[in-house]
């Protein structure tokens, strides 16, 4: 390591971007004495829905909750077989589980990463009433070709925006191109409440049934009408949601200038793939991702990872089996979901999609926080250009 390196200052992946709006929105709402969802809550989901380009935004405590109530306002049944991709955030998956569902996955497609059109019509089954596409990275799937098979089947679309606040596809925005949207608020997303997530929809109907859903099935203070569950967000959460969502576009430029630097001076490396973004897409960047191959490189990913971290670089290295492969599936598989799929239940031990085996660990995220520096910029390409 030269002494450059070893003077240098580490850099960071990814970091919440707080400021003093973001302090001062958060304390005003503990001074106010009003700490459950109340008035900032509602205006936070008001300013959603109109960023995103929908009717209705519906605030909960997380984006495992966003997916679980999306799910359930759109009535899945015991037994719903629901299509997942195989590579993204285990919650894809077990949302799907905590309303009664079998998850039944589908492969990807290299080129961004996201649910493949045409392996997911290969999934289809009677028992298929739902599909879940993921906007994987920043980058939007295609939800063209989606939407005209979840017609042509009469299937539900629930997008999964945990990772794509902000991306355009052919100009609209995601969670506005299904039958909802859910997103996710965590700390290293494009935005933060800290927790807490939101659903999105056109829908009157479906924001009805899921606030209701995420207050314990409530209407007015004590009819308890449908099985609903404490997914409420807090208040102080939602105001520093809305505080960030001010900002949301200046993060993403952030975001969006990093990357396609570091990628701009990385792309001739043999070893390495960079995304190749469509015109009909504006990726956000969630991440900065490239796909190794470890055959060109001569080493293993987790081995690159330990010796860019060992250089002050740290990385994302996350999904690193297809999600049929986790422990929850193949060895401890909930009675829940023995009972409602019966002889129906996928043997996801099994399962082998070429497209997500390729790519399940092989991909890493590089920083790219809004606040990158040229100089971090510039360092990071040069160890990339000194391996292999």
């Known amino acids: 390591m030269s002494t450059t390196e070893l003077s240098a200052p580490f850099i960071h992946v990814a970091s919440p971007t707080v400021d003093e709006d973001d302090v001062k929105a958060v304390a005003d709402v503990l001074l106010s004495g009003r700490l459950s969802a109340g008035p900032v809550a509602t205006e936070f989901e008001r300013r959603f829905a ?5 009717e209705h935004a519906v605030t909960v405590n997380s984006g495992t909750a966003a997916l679980h109530a999306a799910l359930a306002a759109m009535g899945i049944q015991p037994g719903d077989e629901v299509i997942v991709p195989a590579m993204t955030f285990f919650s894809t998956a077990t949302a799907v589980i905590h309303q009664g569902g079998v998850p039944v996955f589908c492969d990807i497609s290299l080129d961004n990463f996201c649910m493949s059109p045409e392996d997911m019509r290969q999934r289809i089954t009677p028992r298929t009433r739902a599909v879940i596409p993921v906007h994987y ?30 991306t355009l596809y052919k100009g609209a925005m995601t969670g506005s191109l299904g039958h909802l949207g859910a997103f996710s608020f965590f700390a290293t997303k494009h935005m933060t409440s800290a927790e807490g997530g ?29 099985l609903g569950y404490n997914y409420r967000i807090s208040e102080p959460a939602a105001a520093l949601g809305l505080s960030q969502l001010k ?12 990357s396609e630097a570091v990628i701009e001076r990385i792309c001739d490396i043999p070893w390495l793939t960079v995304p190749k973004v469509p015109n009909h897409v504006k990726h956000t960047y969630f991440w900065c991702h490239i796909m190794v191959d470890e055959d060109c490189l001569g080493m293993k990913t987790q081995a690159l990872i330990e010796r860019l971290r060992d250089k002050g670089i740290e990385t994302r290295n996350r999904y690193v089996e297809p999600l049929y492969r986790q422990p929850l599936l193949t060895r401890n598989v909930p009675p829940i979901l023995r009972l409602v799929a019966g002889d129906n239940l996928p043997d996801y031990s099994a399962m082998n ?5 390729r790519a399940a660990g092989r991909v890493i995220g590089l920083p790219n926080r809004p606040d990158l520096t040229l100089f971090e910029i510039e360092r990071i390409a040069d160890v990339l250009h000194s391996f292999g």
């Not at 659903?199 to 409530?218: C, E, K, P, Q, W």
């Open 198 to 226: 939101m659903v999105t929809t056109d829908n009157a109907d479906y924001a009805g049934y899921m606030r209701s859903f995420r207050s314990h099935g409530m209407e007015g203070r004590d009819d308890h009408v449908i």
């Open 353 to 357: 999609l070429p497209n997500a085996e």
């Open 247 to 258: 900002r949301l576009d200046v993060f993403n430029e952030g975001r969006i200038r990093a």
């Open 50 to 54: 109109e960023y995103v380009g929908v």
């Open 137 to 166: 990275f920043g980058h939007a799937a295609e939800m063209d070709e989606i939407n005209a098979i979840a017609n042509e089947h009469d299937l539900v679309v629930i997008e999964d925006c945990a990772q794509s606040h902000s």
